[in-house]
């Protein structure tokens, strides 16, 4: 079973197996009350045990990728190639960002999946950055058999002087997935101010824009990341 | 018997002043001691974004305060002149603090410490050759529960004079990790069969990225050096795994970790000692 195939709401009555990424997602009816999460990634596999009734459906989602062992709070997003901006820029940059998995019951998140390599990065000093999940956008176009959806990204620069960006830190909250009319996976647009190389501002915003259906998110909301260590 | 009842009666109504004062007088110090209690305790838990040791002794200061307080009125009920004590404690207070130097040094060196926040309740900490977990920050001791178990009662005023490591301050640490390899083994490989592992890896970050370099060449072979930078909390963990993951990786791609060794040239010797047999044997 592909997993696109699999996004929505499920009745478990015996077994689902769901291959992923290096591993498989395995749920599996023990009782009328329980049922088994069996998550193997990587040749480990580990087990939660879910109270979901028989009557009871769960949802599986694709989420921002935000799952994996480190909780953080932002992504590294690397662009594939530095992205040159002179003063009063204004430029749209689309691409496509791996999603991860959410397990849901009754709208509640209980588990979160990567679907993709899980790698971070430090920004900023060890004692004062962040660190972040991190996207290599140079790698994610190799990486076809993931779970992907567009993202549109704004850059808009208020600086005296050009300004080189090779990265941007998109705070995860407030990014949500949408599916279009044509059930294409989407995230929300991020925007990006440049005002010198020490103060960018990434902004996500959650707005359902018209026409679309919410698909999940991570927190709703508007969030700014202001970039101080450089771009 | 109706005689001490009657003296006692009259006694009591002779001093029903007095009897009144101290009762207020006590009064005054449970009532300020409960309301004391009662206002830390609120302001504990309206107060959420403050740390741990900072709330706790400001919870102490607040019913201290309070009590003072409750002390200070009972005083004026009973008729004593608080100005004046004021100003006799004055005096004490030199005495005091004279004889206390050390007291209020620890306590001194305890405030500052909760102020300048240079350690926190949870964080890691090594003091001098003593690694562990904070405890407590108080006033005049802090409290660390060392690896090993035992609970380690440092006073302020030794630890504000002391270096103290903390390392659950930075979000990230470094590891560096040296290796030699033989020098008949491959070092592009090997160099290449390191770098595949750290990138396989999920704890160890891509930013700043791993380096893997030459650092000299070595009396048994070239020594090599591994660093990269891991979540500190994830620290431990990974120097751990890594150092038996890049032994057994190198060891699989056929790499040799030598032992010390050292190469004795005996030809030349040899040469030498015939060499000198048939000078002696011409001669």
């Excluded at chain 2, 006033?139 to 009662?153: D, P």
């Excluded at chain 2, 390392?167 to 030699?180: G, H, L, M």
């Amino acid at each position: 079973m592909s997993i696109l195939s699999i996004f929505g709401d499920l009745a478990i009555y015996d077994t689902l197996n769901i291959p992923i990424n290096n591993g498989s997602v395995t749920l599996k009816r023990v009782s009328n009350e329980n049922v088994l999460l069996i998550i193997n990634r990587r040749g480990i596999s580990y087990s939660k045990l879910i109270n979901l009734k028989i009557d009871k459906q769960i949802s599986l989602r694709p989420l921002p990728p935000c799952a994996g062992s480190l909780k953080v709070d932002c992504l590294y997003l690397k662009l594939d190639n530095e992205l040159i901006l002179k003063p009063n820029d204004n430029i749209r940059l689309n691409t496509r960002l791996p999603l991860d998995l959410g397990i849901y019951i009754d709208s509640i998140l209980i588990e979160t999946i990567p679907l993709s390599n899980v790698k971070y990065a430090l920004y900023g000093p060890p004692d004062l950055g962040d660190i972040c999940r991190l996207i290599d956008l140079r790698q994610e176009k190799n990486l076809s058999n993931f779970v992907k959806a567009e993202l549109e990204i704004i850059f808009e620069s208020r600086a005296e002087g050009t300004i080189g960006i090779s990265k941007i830190i998109v705070p995860l909250n407030g990014l949500s997935v949408f599916r279009d009319e044509n059930s294409r996976l989407k995230l929300q647009t991020i925007e990006v101010v440049v005002y010198s190389s020490t103060r960018v501002e990434v902004t996500t915003k959650t707005t359902i824009p018209r026409g679309f259906n919410i698909f999940s998110f991570n927190k709703p909301g508007e969030y700014v990341y202001v970039m101080r260590y450089g771009t | 018997m109706v005689l001490n009842y009657s003296l006692i009666l009259q006694h009591i109504q002779a001093n029903i002043g007095i009897f009144i004062k101290v009762v207020q007088a006590v009064a005054a110090i449970v009532i300020a001691y409960y309301l004391g209690n009662l206002v830390a305790r609120r302001l504990g838990k309206a107060i959420v974004d403050v740390k741990p040791e900072v709330l706790h002794n400001f919870e102490r200061l607040i019913k201290i305060i309070f009590t003072t307080i409750g002390v200070a009125v009972a005083l004026t009920i009973i008729g004593i002149d608080v100005s004046s004590l004021i100003l006799a404690a004055g005096f004490a207070g030199i005495v005091i603090g004279l004889a206390a130097q050390q007291v209020l040094s620890h306590l001194f060196s305890g405030l500052s410490l909760i102020a300048e926040k240079r350690i926190r309740v949870g964080d890691i900490i090594m003091i001098g050759e003593n690694t562990g977990i904070v405890e407590s920050v108080g006033l005049m001791s802090t409290r660390i529960r060392l690896f090993s178990g035992e609970v380690l009662t440092v006073p302020n005023t030794d630890l504000m004079s002391s270096r103290i490591y903390n390392y659950s301050e930075p979000k990230a640490r470094r590891i560096e990790i040296p290796i030699t390899i033989s020098y008949e083994s491959n070092l592009d490989k090997a160099i290449s069969l390191i770098k595949e592992l750290l990138e396989q890896d999920e704890y160890i970050l891509s930013e700043p990225p791993p380096i893997v370099f030459v650092e000299k060449l070595g009396e048994s072979g070239v020594d090599l050096k591994i660093l990269f930078w891991v979540p500190s909390m994830n620290y431990w963990e990974v120097r751990r795994r890594i150092v038996k993951e890049i032994k057994e990786t190198l060891e699989k791609a056929g790499i040799e970790i030598p032992y010390p060794r050292r190469v004795i040239w005996i030809k030349q010797l040899s040469n030498n000692i015939e060499s000198s047999r048939n000078m002696e044997t011409t001669s």
